[in-house]
Protein backbone atom coordinates (compact mmCIF):
# COMPACT_ATOMS: atom_id res chain seq x y z
CA UNK A 1 0.00 0.00 0.00
CA UNK A 2 1.71 3.25 -0.90
CA UNK A 3 1.41 5.97 1.41
CA UNK A 4 1.30 9.29 0.62
CA UNK A 5 2.90 12.31 2.49
CA UNK A 6 1.69 16.00 2.40
CA UNK A 7 3.67 19.06 2.99
CA UNK A 8 4.86 22.56 1.62
CA UNK A 9 1.69 24.04 3.67
CA UNK A 10 2.61 27.06 6.51
CA UNK A 11 0.92 30.60 7.32
CA UNK A 12 0.70 33.36 4.52
CA UNK A 13 -1.08 37.03 4.71
CA UNK A 14 -4.26 36.65 2.21
CA UNK A 15 -3.46 37.44 -1.47
CA UNK A 16 0.08 35.22 -1.01
CA UNK A 17 1.05 31.73 -2.28
CA UNK A 18 1.42 28.30 -1.73
CA UNK A 19 3.25 24.99 -3.35
CA UNK A 20 1.90 21.77 -1.33
CA UNK A 21 3.46 18.83 -2.49
CA UNK A 22 2.41 15.24 -2.15
CA UNK A 23 4.58 12.50 -2.64
CA UNK A 24 4.36 8.41 -2.89
CA UNK A 25 6.40 7.51 0.02
CA UNK A 26 9.36 4.93 -1.00
CA UNK A 27 7.67 4.26 -3.86
CA UNK A 28 4.62 5.48 -7.39
CA UNK A 29 1.71 6.14 -7.19
CA UNK A 30 -0.28 2.95 -7.82
CA UNK A 31 -3.85 4.37 -9.13
CA UNK A 32 -5.06 6.27 -11.79
CA UNK A 33 -5.51 9.82 -10.27
CA UNK A 34 -4.69 12.18 -7.35
CA UNK A 35 -7.11 14.52 -5.37
CA UNK A 36 -6.42 17.22 -3.08
CA UNK A 37 -9.23 17.96 -0.09
CA UNK A 38 -8.98 20.38 2.76
CA UNK A 39 -10.84 20.25 5.76
CA UNK A 40 -11.26 23.12 8.26
CA UNK A 41 -12.19 23.27 11.80
CA UNK A 42 -15.90 22.29 12.44
CA UNK A 43 -16.71 21.70 8.65
CA UNK A 44 -16.76 18.76 6.61
CA UNK A 45 -14.03 17.46 4.53
CA UNK A 46 -14.04 19.24 0.94
CA UNK A 47 -12.83 18.49 -2.54
CA UNK A 48 -10.03 21.01 -3.96
CA UNK A 49 -8.97 19.33 -7.37
CA UNK A 50 -8.58 16.28 -9.24
CA UNK A 51 -5.89 14.72 -11.41
CA UNK A 52 -6.02 11.73 -13.79
CA UNK A 53 -2.06 11.32 -14.21
CA UNK A 54 -1.72 9.81 -17.53
CA UNK A 55 -2.67 12.84 -19.38
CA UNK A 56 -2.59 15.56 -16.53
CA UNK A 57 -6.54 16.46 -16.75
CA UNK A 58 -7.77 18.26 -14.00
CA UNK A 59 -11.03 19.31 -12.11
CA UNK A 60 -11.05 22.03 -9.81
CA UNK A 61 -13.62 23.03 -7.19
CA UNK A 62 -15.59 26.32 -8.10
CA UNK A 63 -14.27 28.00 -4.82
CA UNK A 64 -10.24 27.79 -6.41
CA UNK A 65 -10.91 27.45 -9.74
CA UNK A 66 -8.18 30.44 -11.38
CA UNK A 67 -6.70 30.39 -8.29
CA UNK A 68 -5.07 27.14 -7.66
CA UNK A 69 -3.19 25.55 -10.08
CA UNK A 70 -2.09 21.12 -10.59
CA UNK A 71 1.06 21.64 -12.71
CA UNK A 72 1.30 19.70 -16.02
CA UNK A 73 5.06 18.85 -15.10
CA UNK A 74 4.78 17.00 -11.89
CA UNK A 75 8.15 15.07 -11.62
CA UNK A 76 7.55 11.25 -10.69
CA UNK A 77 5.62 10.01 -8.27
CA UNK A 78 4.73 14.23 -6.82
CA UNK A 79 1.55 16.27 -7.66
CA UNK A 80 1.99 19.31 -7.10
CA UNK A 81 -1.03 22.58 -6.15
CA UNK A 82 -0.23 25.52 -6.52
CA UNK A 83 -1.69 27.70 -4.19
CA UNK A 84 -2.34 31.95 -5.38
CA UNK A 85 -4.45 34.57 -4.12
CA UNK A 86 -5.28 33.16 -0.87
CA UNK A 87 -8.07 34.04 0.51
CA UNK A 88 -8.65 33.22 4.52
CA UNK A 89 -11.35 31.05 4.05
CA UNK A 90 -8.39 28.89 2.45
CA UNK A 91 -7.40 28.16 5.81
CA UNK A 92 -7.77 24.23 5.87
CA UNK A 93 -5.58 21.32 6.33
CA UNK A 94 -4.46 19.62 3.19
CA UNK A 95 -4.87 16.13 2.25
CA UNK A 96 -4.26 14.00 -0.84
CA UNK A 97 -5.57 10.97 -1.84
CA UNK A 98 -5.25 8.12 -4.86
CA UNK A 99 -8.12 7.20 -6.61
CA UNK A 100 -10.35 7.88 -9.66
CA UNK A 101 -11.48 11.04 -10.91
CA UNK A 102 -15.15 10.73 -12.43
CA UNK A 103 -17.09 13.56 -13.75
CA UNK A 104 -20.57 13.86 -13.19
CA UNK A 105 -23.91 15.94 -14.14
CA UNK A 106 -22.61 18.32 -11.43
CA UNK A 107 -19.18 18.37 -12.14
CA UNK A 108 -17.12 15.65 -11.43
CA UNK A 109 -16.15 13.23 -8.31
CA UNK A 110 -13.47 11.71 -6.75
CA UNK A 111 -14.00 7.77 -5.82
CA UNK A 112 -11.31 7.24 -3.15
CA UNK A 113 -9.03 4.35 -3.33
CA UNK A 114 -8.65 2.34 -0.26
CA UNK A 115 -6.43 3.18 2.84
CA UNK A 116 -6.22 5.40 5.45
CA UNK A 117 -5.73 9.07 4.78
CA UNK A 118 -2.44 11.14 5.73
CA UNK A 119 -1.50 13.72 8.14
CA UNK A 120 -2.22 16.31 5.97
CA UNK A 121 -0.29 20.04 5.92
CA UNK A 122 -1.50 22.67 7.82
CA UNK A 123 -2.38 25.77 6.06
CA UNK A 124 -3.30 29.33 7.23
CA UNK A 125 -3.92 32.70 5.51
CA UNK A 126 -4.48 35.39 7.56
CA UNK A 127 -6.12 38.48 6.88
Known amino acids: EVQLVESGGGSVQAGGSLRLSCAAS????????IAWFRQAPGKEREKVSC????????FYADSVKGRFIVPSDNPESTVYLQMNNLKPEDTAIYLC????????????????????WGQGTQVTVSS
Open 51 to 58: TTLIDGTT
Open 26 to 33: GSTFDDDA
Open 97 to 116: AQGLCLASDNGWEFEKALGP
